[in-house]
């Protein structure tokens, strides 16, 4: 027997509170309030927290947030360390050969940033712009009206056993509805590959190209750090037909966000990303950076 779910209403419901969701959501409510409009917004974000599930160590170009909150330095945007040098390096087995900087990868301006403090701060803008944000709660299903269009998302149950029945804590999810639903869930979200489909999205389209990035978070010797330095680099310990490259950014407190790219297209099936990253940190033009950290 079906459990009948409570419902919400909201003019926008935003799936995903990484930085395309709380932007979006945060510039409906800008526009909303510039024209005397009455704009309810809700975010929904399956992680514990906002930034919990964003792992990215990244360098942010600022102009879309100079557009969005002109004033982010007056408002302790966590945006401390502008980059300061740039290095494109191609590595041989024994070797660092320096290269040019493709112009894309030019960073002057751009400043190395955690991307979950970021998203963190965004969700502090959004609520002081009357946005409701639920953390905690994933968005399970796509509900749709009986046109075929869709009429907004329904959280997951919450306190099911292993054999999926209801556990003495269980809670029925939620239905969410809206005139607007705005599916920001990131790299191939599981609600938004049911809408490709359902919705036929993708064709007369290139097929997305995919990696997996393997991350770590370093505390270095101080004599080794140097703030706003970028580095990226190819070749080993990838072979000359499979995609991939590493990036090394220098940001404050002595910390280095280094990670590892592979194209999710190699032809390998022995090849194991983890173990490339870990055989790039041993490179003699790396290793050093992390003696002692």
Known sequence: MAVERESMEFDVVVVGGGPAGLASAIRLRQLALENDFELTVCVLEKGSEIGAHILSGAVLEPRALDELIPDWQDRDAPLNTPVTKDRFVFLTEKHAIPSITPPQMHNKGNYIISLGNFCRWLAAQAEALEIEIYPGFA???????????????????????????????????????????????????SLTKALFERFDLRRGVECQVYGIGIKELWEIDPAKHHPGLVIHTVGWPMDMRTYGGSFQYHFEDNLVSVGFVVGLGYSNPYLNPFEEMQRFKTHPAVSETYVGG
Do not use: I, W
């Open 139 to 189: 968005a399970s299903e796509v509900l749709y009206h009986g046109d075929g269009s869709v009429k907004g998302v329904a959280t997951g149950d919450m306190g099911r056993l292993k054999d999926g029945s209801e556990g003495p804590n269980f809670e029925v999810g939620m239905e969410l509805h809206a005139k607007q639903t705005v599916f920001a869930e990131g790299c191939r979200g």
